[in-house]
Structure formats: structure tokens, C-alpha cells
């Protein structure tokens, strides 16, 4: 894969591609249906589970996600004819090659109408199905966008405006999700309902902690999340009173107990479905540092659980860094400090940005005067907020070099506008699509 990192630092830009092309590797759909699924004779074992596929009349596979293409490419070679058919949804450009598995084409990350539709087509083709057939769900990131179904009395469009203002108030993605399972006619464990087959999920996590509750908004698992929950996550974040007064009134009808909840911990019908994590952001993380460390350097794993503002979390990374060269804590270089995560951005400018760009941008300042060390954050799925940079990386000269060419650092990070920052100082990583999605990795990288 063509990784692009502009860094002056020739030997650093060496170590970065190799390290992330590392991470992106154990990140691979494809690779990681290999390592964890295995079909014998007519014996589907996933990971320590098996299942006698002879038990089923048909077996299905439906799936929606970023690396959900390729998934159910993997899958179907491994199937071969035992599969009757099935249905995809991806995100544009990223459909893998299958003959049996139909793929659909969606947008993210706000739906569209081609995201609605492939959700009514999924629940028709979940309601044919029996008790006596098999479906295999490859489900990762992505998919609470690419299948969108509006709960009754909602509109497509009251949902995308909802949505917007999620993704822009600095909400966590398990907070946007409690919020979307709760708009959805198929979101929190509901698909589950369309069908009284024997379900098996087979998940790339994009969610610190793998919860299948939030990894696409669980539409095959059950959501302890409320109404209530909903109601104070918009309050929170102060857009209660600016999305559709449609979307308010069936929130608050929900809180007060007058629309059915999602389908809760417990209930009968999920003893059918069962989930299988195959990949993750730890296995990326792990995979890093291991090559870190066959590359000469010290490699710290600091958490796969990174969350908060990014600009918080990327000013803590620089003060790091700084002290990492000054004292050799909490590691001595040559050394690679990681993490994995996802931190969120809340916008309040008028820039163009995204949430490992600003973690970056915002780590810049404690690098001055520093030689050879370096900040870089990048999402795993090549996209970083509605850009197409991945993230980017700075170094002790960024803000001087920005200087040069009229790029004021604090204007940008006011303005949330990190992308024109690099774009104009340089910095930027750019991978294009990697076909997979699980979370995002911020490091340092001290020589």
C-alpha cells in the first residue's frame, strides 16, 4: 500500500511507513478472516466456537462496514458453494470481489438515501430466511451510517441533520451511537428481530472496548442504553434544541416511556446470535510495537483505550515527547511511545479538519526547539473527518515553517482548521482507503 508522509526527517519517514504499514497489516479484513475463521469438512470454527454448518438449510451472509467488502470476499472463498448468496453494504470505492454476496454502495459518514434503501433490502432478505437457516454477519465501521432505516415517524433527512451535529459536537462515538440506535428502525439489536434464523456476527472493532453494542450501532445485539440516555447525550452537548423538532418529540415521547425501547440484555432472542471480535485496535497497536522494536527502537504501549479532546489529548503527547528528550521519561529514546483510540474534536470554528490532524496540530508547540522527535496520529481507515489526509505529523520546526508561509498555528487550532495547516506547512499522512477501520493510532516517535 502507497503510504505518503510528509516529513523532511528522511530516516523518520522511513520508520513511520514501516510501522504503519505494520499496524495496517494486522488490520487487514482480509488476513484477519484467515487467522480466526476456519471451515472443515462442514465445520465453521471461529476462533475456540464451532458450528456444524450441516445443521442449516441455507446459509447467508449479510454484512455493512468499511472492511465489510472484503470480509465477505474472504468468507465466501472460504464457503465456496455452501453459501447460497447474500448482501454488503460498503462505503463508496471500497466493494471486494464476490460472485455470491451482492455489494451495495452507501455514503459516510451522514447516510444517504442509497444507506436507507440498503436497509430495507437487508430486512427483506433477513425476513425470508427460517429457523432453520445460518446467516454470518461481517459487520466494522462504518455501518451505522451505511444502513440507515428512520424509525417510524422519522425522516432520512431529520436523521442526516441529527447526525451533522453529532459528529461536530465532540460527543464520543458510544455517545453518538446511544443517540442513533435510538433514531433507527434497525439499530440496537432490532435487525435481530427481522429474522428467526441463528445469527453469527463476525466483527472488525472500530470501538475502544469491542463492544458489539456499538460497533454499527448493534443491530444484531442487545443495547442497555435508553431513551433517557439519548435524551441527556443531546443535552449534553447542547443540540437537543437545535435538531428537528420531529427528532426532539420522538426522543422525549421515548423517555417517557411511550415508544418501545431497544432490545435489552436478556431477551429471548438473542440466545441465537452470537458475536466474534476478529480484529482489532490492540492487535494494531501490538503489531506496531513489535516492529518498533525490530527497527532498534524502545517501544511503550501507553493504552488502546485513548479517548478525549483531541486537542487536550495531542497538547499531553507534545509535553510527553518534550520530556521524553529532556529526561527519558517515561521512555529513553530512540524510542516509540503509541496508542490507540479515538479522541473527538468539538468544533466551534469554521475550518476544515479532523480529529488526529488537530491532535497533531495541537502537539506542535511543546515540540519546538526539538530535534528529532515527532508527533503523528492517523485513522486506520485512511480518512481523518471529511478529508482526504489520513492525519499528519509535526516536528520542532512546523510552527516556524508554517510562519514562513503565512500559516498562523494558534489561528488554525482556533478555527479547527488543522487540514489547511499541513496543507500549507506540510505534515500531512495520506494512505487513501485501506478497506478496514479500527479506530486510530497517535504516537511518538523520539530518535
Given amino acids: 500500500m502507497p503510504i505518503r508522509i510528509d516529513c523532511r526527517d528522511k530516516h523518520a519517514r522511513t520508520i513511520l511507513k514501516q510501522l504503519f504499514l505494520a499496524g495496517l497489516d494486522a488490520a487487514d479484513p482480509e488476513s484477519a478472516m484467515r487467522r480466526t475463521v476456519r471451515i472443515r469438512n462442514h465445520r465453521l470454527r471461529v476462533g475456540t466456537r464451532e458450528y456444524d454448518l450441516a445443521g442449516f438449510s441455507r446459509i447467508m451472509c449479510i454484512g455493512a462496514g468499511k472492511a465489510s467488502g472484503a470480509m465477505a470476499a474472504a468468507l465466501e472463498r472460504q464457503l465456496g458453494s455452501r453459501l447460497e448468496g447474500g448482501l454488503v453494504v460498503v462505503n463508496d470505492g471500497l466493494t471486494g470481489n464476490t460472485k455470491r454476496i451482492r455489494q451495495l454502495q452507501a455514503r459516510h459518514p451522514v447516510p444517504d438515501r442509497r444507506s436507507e434503501q440498503a436497509a430495507r433490502r437487508m430486512v427483506r432478505l433477513l425476513e425470508s430466511l427460517t429457523n432453520r437457516d445460518l446467516v454470518l454477519m461481517v459487520l466494522s465501521g462504518g ?38 440506535k435510538h433514531l433507527s428502525g434497525i439499530k440496537g439489536g432490532r435487525l435481530a428481530g427481522a429474522t428467526t434464523a441463528t445469527v453469527i456476527t463476525l466483527i472488525l472493532s472500530d470501538v475502544p472496548g469491542d463492544d458489539p453494542g456499538t460497533i454499527g450501532s448493534g443491530p444484531m445485539a442487545p443495547d442497555p442504553s435508553t431513551f433517557v440516555d439519548a435524551k441527556r447525550v443531546l ?38 446470535i452470537q458475536h466474534h471480535v476478529i480484529g482489532n485496535n490492540h492487535a494494531v497497536i501490538q503489531r506496531m510495537a513489535k516492529r518498533a522494536k525490530v527497527l532498534g527502537l524502545r517501544p511503550l504501549i501507553l493504552t488502546t483505550s485513548l479517548s478525549g479532546e483531541a486537542r487536550e489529548i495531542g497538547k499531553l503527547f507534545g509535553d510527553l515527547a518534550r520530556e521524553m528528550c529532556v529526561s527519558g521519561n517515561p521512555i529513553k529514546p530512540p524510542a516509540c511511545l503509541l496508542a ?10 469554521e475550518g476544515l479538519g479532523g480529529r488526529a490532524q488537530e491532535f497533531a496540530l495541537a502537539a506542535a508547540p511543546a515540540l519546538e526547539g526539538l530535534s528529532r522527535v515527532f508527533v503523528a496520529g492517523f485513522g486506520t481507515d485512511g480518512t481523518d473527518g471529511p478529508t482526504e489526509a489520513a492525519g499528519a505529523i509535526v516536528d520542532g520546526k512546523i510552527i516556524g515553517r508554517a510562519m514562513g508561509k503565512g500559516m498562523n498555528h494558534d489561528a488554525a487550532l482556533r478555527d479547527n482548521d488543522s487540514y489547511r495547516f499541513f496543507h500549507v506547512a506540510g505534515g500531512h499522512v495520506v494512505t487513501g482507503p485501506t478497506g478496514t477501520n479500527v479506530n486510530d493510532v497517535y504516537m511518538i516517535l523520539a530518535l
Fill in 235 to 272: 443535552d449534553t452537548f447542547g443540540i437537543r434544541n437545535r435538531i428537528p423538532l420531529a427528532v426532539r418529540r420522538h426522543v422525549d415521547r421515548g423517555a417517557q416511556g411511550r415508544i418501545p425501547e431497544t432490545l435489552k440484555p436478556g431477551e429471548a432472542l438473542f440466545s441465537r
Fill in 340 to 349: 490507540g483510540g479515538e479522541l473527538t474534536v468539538t468544533v466551534t470554528g
Fill in 143 to 180: 455501518a451505522s451510517s451505511l444502513l440507515a432505516a428512520p424509525a417510524a415517524g422519522l425522516t432520512l433527512k431529520e436523521k442526516q441533520l441529527t447526525t451533522r451535529l453529532l459528529l461536530r459536537s465532540g460527543a464520543t462515538i458510544q455517545e453518538i451511537n446511544t443517540v442513533r
